[in-house]
């Protein structure tokens, strides 16, 4: 797993999740808790990296080349761009690996939609057997009627 306090974000609003509205309860294990987790740990690692980045900044603006205006102003929009491109490095890899989650579930899903389509099928034909083999029956009983009565 990935350091979450190595890299901070830059300064902006996070959404709650409480802010989200579903309107019933989720099923546990489903696709619906799974996303409500994720935004979940989503938001709190954002706010640690958040306020990560409010302590580093606060440190590093009096230091910055000889005082407030001595080019220190450069150097922190650098430092912002630089942590904003972390973040979004860290986004990224982080939304590869819920890509690829949902890639193995929905790979998963298609398996067993697949199974059952190929198990209704095997029922289909085998009650077309049955009403063949029910037919032939009915034929060969009629038959040896027939017969026994000529």
């Given at each position: 797993?990935?350091?979450?306090?190595?890299?901070?974000?830059?300064?902006?609003?996070?959404?709650?999740?409480?802010?989200?509205?579903?309107?019933?309860?989720?099923?546990?294990?489903?696709?619906?808790?799974a996303l409500l987790q994720l935004v979940q740990d989503?938001?709190?690692?954002?706010?640690?990296?958040?306020?990560?980045?409010?302590?580093?900044?606060?440190?590093?603006?009096?230091?910055?080349?000889?005082?407030?205006?001595?080019?220190?102003?450069?150097?922190?929009?650098?430092?912002?761009?630089?942590?904003?491109?972390?973040?979004?490095?860290?986004?990224?890899?982080?939304?590869?690996?819920?890509?690829?989650r949902f890639s193995k579930q929905t790979d998963q899903?298609?398996?067993?939609?697949?199974?059952?389509n190929t198990a209704i099928k095997e029922i289909g034909?085998?009650?077309?057997?049955?009403?063949?083999?029910?037919?032939?029956?009915?034929?060969?009983?009629?038959?040896?009627?027939?017969?026994?009565?000529?």
């Open positions: 797993m990935h350091s979450q306090t190595s890299l901070p974000l830059a300064h902006g609003a996070v959404a709650s999740p409480s802010t989200f509205s579903f309107s019933s309860e989720p099923e546990p294990g489903g696709v619906e808790e989503h938001h709190h690692a954002s706010l640690r990296l958040r306020d990560a980045t409010g302590e580093e900044g606060r440190d590093q603006e009096g230091s910055a080349c000889g005082g407030p205006d001595g080019g220190g102003g450069e150097r922190r929009r650098v430092q912002e761009a630089f942590v904003n491109e972390k973040r979004i490095e860290y986004e990224i890899r982080a939304l590869a690996a819920t890509i690829a899903s298609l398996s067993v939609t697949h199974s059952m034909d085998f009650e077309n057997w049955m009403k063949i083999m029910e037919f032939d029956c009915k034929s060969i009983t009629a038959a040896i009627h027939n017969i026994h009565q000529a």
